[in-house]
């Protein structure tokens, strides 16, 4: 069954830091792996996914890596702005159960 | 865009009550999924369904089951809910099972509150 360790569990920041967030997993066998963002009381909202040949993926401000071999990703929010705070959540998909797996999230927050 | 819309934002209900939670998709996606997201356990799969009529339980289904009449409808069924059963309740679809560039995709979600 996969594991999914998010490290930081929370982490809070000044505006213009930059954020580094970490996602580890147990089983390497994963079509992609998706970062989400979910504000308080909130659906989740996808950010971005990278497919598991990839070794990042950039969106604006945000870029996630890849480790599929070592069972890490990692993302990273350029110069955080208030409108960051919210929980990140990683979640691979598996290729043998065919479903997303998802990590406890990362709470964070940027103050002004 | 994909639009998830899930019938409710807030549910209460009293124990021993038959809930439905209700999903539809707009975009003629094959997948669904129904998670319940409580604090300090993230989100837990409990059903998804690969298909019209299709069904397959996820990590919890236990005290739920679900019904997929038409492809973009996917509803969950509290038999008998109970207090265990309060909680934040997320679906979501996506276009076919897995691939390299699937994106899922999720409703608002259902605080649905058991009394």
């Known amino acids: 069954k996969q594991e999914v360790t998010q490290i930081p569990a929370a982490l809070s920041v000044p505006e213009g830091e930059n954020l580094v967030l970490n996602c580890s997993f147990t089983?390497?066998?994963?079509?992609?792996l998706q970062w989400f963002r979910q504000d308080p009381g909130k659906g989740l909202t996808s950010l971005l996914l990278i497919q598991s040949s990839q070794r990042e993926q950039t969106s604006g401000r945000l870029n996630a890596s890849l480790d599929k071999s070592s069972g890490r990703s990692t993302l990273y929010i350029a110069a955080s702005q208030p409108g960051d705070s919210a929980t990140y959540l990683c979640?691979?998909?598996?290729?043998?159960?065919?479903?997303?797996?998802f990590g406890a999230g990362t709470t964070v927050t940027v103050r002004a | 865009d994909v639009k998830v819309t899930q019938s409710s934002r807030y549910l209460v209900k009293r124990t021993g009550e038959k809930v439905f939670l209700e999903c539809v998709q707009d975009?003629?996606?094959?997948?669904m999924f129904w998670y319940r997201q409580d604090p300090g356990l993230g989100l837990r799969l409990i059903y998804f369904s690969y298909d019209v009529k299709m069904k397959e339980k996820g990590d919890i289904p236990e005290g739920y089951s679900v019904s997929r009449e038409k492809k973009e409808r996917f509803s969950l069924i509290l038999e008998s809910a109970s207090t265990n059963q309060t909680s934040m309740y997320l679906c979501?679809?996506?276009?076919?099972?897995?691939?390299?560039?699937?994106?899922?995709?999720f409703g608002s979600g259902t605080q649905l509150s058991v009394l």
């Open positions: 979640a691979p998909w598996g290729t043998n159960d065919y479903k997303l797996s």
């Open positions: 089983d390497s066998a994963i079509y992609n």
């Open positions: 979501a679809s996506s276009l076919e099972a897995g691939g390299a560039n699937e994106k899922l995709f």
């Open positions: 975009m003629d996606h094959e997948n």
